[in-house]
């Protein structure tokens, strides 16, 4: 096969260092962090979704529940025609967000180099780890750590880890045996895993690469490794993806680069979809908030803005525009976007998603105003000055008139994904 | 099913010096008190500059959960949510 022949020299060898890297991620965060807390729903199948109401989208499901097929995307009224019984809970962001900063707490105490991946993800490298040098193994560490998690954060937690010898590798051994589970892939048991796994167990592969890979005649991740890079590259990937897959399932470290942050935005999933541009731009308004008290605190300006509009008939709308002047204060955000969402001709349907991201961030200092830039330098104080208020008394206190009365729209949420600002929020 | 209430309560607490924990013990409401049994959930939650200690926990008798929450600009309790456990 052609595949496995061509230009064998590109082939890499199999990293045969011993494992370090520790992916760990916690079972079903959402509902296990709610079944932790609440005695009475353990062991029973609970959903925590956007909203409780019929078309509230479901967040994260127990296993009692995805052991009956409810699965995250689903909506509350679907869920409830498979399990009648099903508990659905609205999201309780500070209560995982005291989770998360428990798990880490246990992570930090065995080494610095702990990176959190998402509200629920860890990775961590034990090299020269003192719980290494006092001459523990891994797979010790690993049940240490399960134990430690259970007496600090509550005897209802339980998590997958998973060691290899990079994080793609790890995190694949942390999905081998769910829930609960612990597996090390290292450079013996490497090709008999990867036999045993299907395309899509691989983190990062998806329908869309399956599909690329069956066209070329790869049909588990076994043929994926055997593959010269080259064939990858050229006729699966089309891009430098194929060499990084190719390094990575041989066990070589490709994803331990950190991007810096591009955008800071805020989306939000309307309840009552509407097309009345008087509601949408009260909305806006709390978005533009949300984003400005997120860009200030990280001590940026941006100068691009973004709005995306989702119609309940499954079109959607996007614009971006590149700004010569600065953006900062709330005001700022929302007239950029509102005079975007005012220009649009007729909507196709109701909206029902809208986002606000800016982009082309820098940092605030050192800025150079203009001589006369008073008005902005103005409403940057004001900006400033709400903030004090609202950290001191709390969120949405000081609040421009048009967001009177709208203190249950646009929920705090956790992102899926990037925790830079819940970080910088627990510090 | 889970049912908000949000009404100050009575609350009984205690604090170990040993064990260096403060803690919920008997939460008086609508006439009935219950024995705190198992806390499940504790955390804290900055409202402003306000520091509120959040419980979860069941009663002895592990029929009822409740959240209540401490607010330490004046040490009252408000008891936030009751649940049975059941769906709604």
């Not at chain 1, 962090?33 to 029973?44: S, V």
């Not at chain 1, 600065?326 to 349907?349: K, N, R, S, V």
């Not at chain 2, 008997?26 to 306000?50: M, N, P, Q």
């Not at chain 2, 936030?80 to 456990?85: K, L, P, Q």
Request: with cysteine; hydrophobic share 40%.
């Amino acid at each position: 096969m052609a595949l496995q022949t061509k230009a064998s020299r590109h082939i890499l060898p199999v990293n045969t260092a011993e494992p370090y890297l520790m992916h760990i991620d916690l079972n079903s965060c959402f509902t296990t962090i709610e079944q932790q807390a609440n005695h009475l729903i353990r062991h029973k199948p609970v959903a925590v979704a956007a909203y409780t109401s019929g078309n509230g989208m479901v967040l994260a499901a127990s296993y009692e529940a995805k052991a009956l097929g409810i699965k995250l995307g689903v909506n509350v009224r679907q869920a409830k025609e498979i399990c009648p019984e099903i508990i659905i809970l609205m999201p309780d962001p500070p209560k995982y967000r005291a989770a998360y900063t428990r798990f880490k707490e246990v992570l930090l105490e065995y080494t610095s180099n702990v990176v959190p991946k998402s509200i629920d993800e860890f990775v961590i490298d034990f090299r020269g780890s003192p719980a290494l040098r006092a001459g523990k193994t891994m797979e010790e560490i690993g049940h240490e750590i399960k134990q430690r998690l259970r007496e600090h954060i509550g005897d209802y937690i339980s998590v997958n880890v998973g060691i290899g010898p990079n994080r793609c590798l790890a995190k694949l051994a942390a999905g081998l045996h769910k829930p609960d589970g612990l597996d090390i892939i290292n450079s013996t048991n490497l090709e008999a895993t990867l036999a045993s796994c299907e395309l899509m167990d691989l983190p990062g592969i998806n329908r869309r690469f399956k599909a690329r890979l069956f066209a070329a005649g790869i049909t588990n991740p076994l043929e994926m490794y055997q593959a010269d890079p080259n064939y990858l590259k050229s006729f699966v990937f089309f891009s430098k993806l194929g060499y990084y897959w190719h390094s990575r399932l041989r066990g070589w470290e490709v994803d331990d680069v950190e991007w810096g942050r591009k955008t800071i935005g805020h989306q939000y999933a309307l309840q009552d979809k509407t097309f009345d541009r008087g509601e949408l731009c009260r909305i806006l308004m709390k978005l533009s908030e949300k984003t400005g008290r997120r860009l200030r605190n990280n001590n940026y300006i941006a100068h691009g803005i973004h709005l995306s509009l989702h119609f309940t008939n499954n079109q959607y709308w996007q614009h971006g525009r590149k700004l010569d002047r600065a953006l900062y204060a709330t005001q700022d955000i929302y007239g950029a976007a509102a005079e975007m969402l005012l220009g649009i001709g007729q909507f196709p349907d109701n909206v029902s998603h809208m986002s606000v991201h800016v982009f082309n961030l820098q940092d605030k200092s050192p800025e150079q105003l203009g001589l006369f830039d008073d008005f902005q330098l103005h409403q940057r104080r004001l900006a400033e000055a709400a903030d004090q208020v609202n950290d001191r008394y709390g969120e949405f206190t000081a609040v421009p008139a048009i967001m009177a009365d709208m203190q249950k729209v646009v929920l705090d949420r956790i992102a899926f994904g990037s925790l830079r600002d819940m970080d910088d929020r627990l510090h | 099913m889970r049912e908000v209430i949000n009404r100050e309560v009575s609350v009984v607490s205690y604090f170990s010096a040993k064990k260096r924990l403060s803690l919920p013990h008997i939460i008086s409401w609508e006439g009935r008190e219950y024995a705190v049994g198992k806390i499940g959930f504790h955390h804290t939650v900055r409202r402003g500059d306000t520091l509120h200690h959040i419980f979860e926990l069941v009663d002895d008798q592990e029929s009822l959960w409740m959240r209540i929450n401490l607010d330490t600009s004046n040490l009252h309790w408000t008891l936030e949510a009751v649940s049975d456990g059941l769906a709604d």
